[in-house]
Antibody, heavy 123, light 107 residues
Framework: EVQLVEFGGVVVQPGGSLRLSCVAS????????MHWVRQAPGKGLEWVSF????????HHADSVKGRFTVSRDNNKNSLYLQMNSLRAEDTALYYC????????????????WGQGTTVTVSS | DIQMTQSPSTLSASVGDRVTITCRAS??????LAWYQQKPGKAPKLLIY???SLESGVPSRFSGSGSGSEFTLTISSLQPDDFATYYC?????????FGGGTKLEIK
């Protein structure tokens, strides 16, 4: 079964840092690009970051650019999101999601999602 | 960034109804649009990609259409399991954006 499990969400103070992780199983992780998408409480979906299968290319939303960094370790079937200079508006449920296309393509839409991990930025 | 606007934001309908949700892009995105369904407390689920292609396993009562900047998601005959929130997402640009969502409620 294809599965994504996120963890690392906690309560953190404004200005703080946090690293989220997502562990993949049931598919060849190294063959797929990956995304982070977040959802603030009671709000809609917001795409955060994208990384290609080999980590060679990344994109971030303007709202997190310069503060968040996506990375991956294909040997550990893991995706990461390093979050620095956190703000109250970063409070959300963070999902990792698999891109729908396998190497050497990427489609930029998501066909498998995890259940999310909650980040709360508050003093 | 490309802005995506969904309408209506809330839709009340009954089982068996045909419903249509609209998604408009701030510029042409060709056919690079996906639709997702999200139920409370659950992760989103992919329904449609490339504007009109049905994801494997999704019931055929769901269909998508459109190109350029205007798109629709249609549910031909609402089932109880379909009451959820629906989001469109453009992928014409590598800065991906979602619509604000349409909550489909039971009338």
């Amino acid at each position: 079964e294809v599965q994504l499990v996120e963890f690392g969400g906690v309560v953190v103070q404004p200005g703080g840092s946090l690293r989220l992780s997502c562990v993949a199983s049931g598919f060849t992780f190294a063959d797929y690009s990956m995304h982070w998408v977040r959802q603030a409480p009671g709000k809609g979906l917001e795409w955060v970051s994208f990384i290609t299968w080999d980590g060679g290319s990344t994109h971030h939303a303007d709202s997190v650019k310069g503060r968040f960094t996506v990375s991956r370790d294909n040997n550990k079937n893991s995706l990461y999101l390093q979050m620095n200079s956190l703000r109250a508006e970063d409070t959300a449920l963070y999902y990792c999601a698999k891109d729908a296309a396998a190497f050497p393509y990427y489609y930029y839409y998501m066909d498998v999602w995890g259940q999310g991990t909650t980040v709360t930025v508050s003093s | 960034d490309i802005q995506m606007t969904q309408s209506p934001s809330t839709l009340s309908a009954s089982v068996g109804d045909r419903v249509t949700i609209t998604c408009r892009a701030s510029q042409s995105i060709s056919g690079w649009l996906a639709w997702y369904q999200q139920k409370p407390g659950k992760a989103p689920k992919l329904l449609i990609y490339k504007a009109s292609s049905l994801e494997s396993g999704v019931p055929s009562r769901f269909s998508g259409s459109g190109s350029g900047s205007e798109f629709t998601l249609t549910i031909s005959s609402l089932q109880p399991d379909d009451f959820a929130t629906y989001y469109c997402q453009q992928y014409n640009s590598n800065l991906l954006t979602f619509g604000g969502g349409t909550k489909l409620e039971i009338k």
